[in-house]
């Protein structure tokens, strides 16, 4: 079986087709990837690419609180963290660690539940695509305009020439999970993260947002899960001090007009006409 399999691919490679997955050719699912990809080169490199361009590091703009105090009023990550419970520390926590896995094991998810979306790989391609271009079009923006977050704002001390002498560690918030289990698990985390003023656009906000536009779980709370997802993580990161309102709302603006974008005007996963995919291994099974 697996030597018939072998001979079937390699002829059809000898006549020049391309090889598919699912119902998607190679190099499309490749393309998919590349946002992600530059989003993780850029990111992990960030310190590298700012020496590069010779781009400041600090001097970040703190126009952030003076927008709030004018749009709202007031600031409402303060306000939704007046009252502070180590319930609600965890109920916090709990989104932000999940999110270190939703970019790349949320299209993981659609492809393994892709009869159930059409029985097509464009769902996961979707997820891959906007997913890696929202985060890429985000860190960009955060390095050619960075932003100090609500916990550097508050407890930043300067000199009398406006330098920074100290500022408290990035965990924010969360140093009370760490209390409270008596690990430095946050602490870990974000200390070694390279981005520290990157406060707009959110992606922790942006990115539930996209599964949600996405078709969010199927039969898994479906996109009733997906908004209370976006909702909760949007909550955690007010109560944690890591994000300001207009964040969030920069970030999910960002991927609406990114999802629109990929539906209306452009996106690289549309099948050309008079389209057909490799035969599945059942059908090679019964040559």
């Known amino acids: 079986y697996q030597r018939r399999v072998r001979g079937e691919v390699t002829r059809w490679m000898r006549r020049g087709q391309p090889i598919y997955i699912a119902d998607y050719p190679l190099r499309t699912v490749l393309i998919s990837a590349i946002p992600a990809i530059y989003f993780m080169t850029f990111f992990q490199f960030f310190h590298f690419w700012q020496w590069i361009f010779n781009h400041p590091s600090s001097e970040p703009f703190t126009y952030l609180p003076a927008i709030e105090v004018y749009l709202f009023g007031c600031l409402p990550h303060q306000v939704v963290s007046r009252w502070t419970h180590p319930v609600l520390d965890v109920l916090a926590a709990i989104p932000y660690l999940v999110h270190f896995l939703l970019p790349f094991g949320y299209p993981v998810y659609c492809y393994y539940h892709r009869k159930k979306l059409g029985n097509t790989m464009e769902p996961a391609l979707r997820a891959l695509w906007l997913g890696g271009l929202t985060a890429s079009f985000a860190v960009t923006f955060q390095f050619l305009f960075p932003t ?124 050309r006409a008079g389209y057909t995919a490799l035969p599945r291994a059942e059908t090679v099974s019964g040559v």
Do not use: M
């Not at 916990?151 to 930043?156: D, G």
């Not at 990161?237 to 964040?247: G, I, K």
């Open 148 to 271: 100090s977050p609500p916990w550097f704002n508050e407890s930043a001390v300067y000199a009398a020439d406006g330098s920074v002498v100290g500022f408290a560690f990035n965990e924010a918030g969360f140093q009370r999970i760490d209390a409270l289990i008596g690990l430095p698990l946050f602490r870990e985390i974000y200390s070694n993260a390279p981005v520290t003023h990157g406060s707009f656009p959110s992606l922790h906000a942006a990115f539930p947002f996209v599964i949600f536009l996405n078709g969010s779980w199927v039969n898994h709370g479906g996109w009733r899960f997906g908004l209370f997802h976006s909702v909760w993580i949007a909550w955690a990161a007010l109560y944690s001090h890591h994000h300001y309102l207009v964040d969030i709302l920069g970030g999910i603006s960002l991927a609406f007009f990114l999802f629109q974008f990929y539906h209306r005007v452009w996106n690289p996963f549309t099948k």
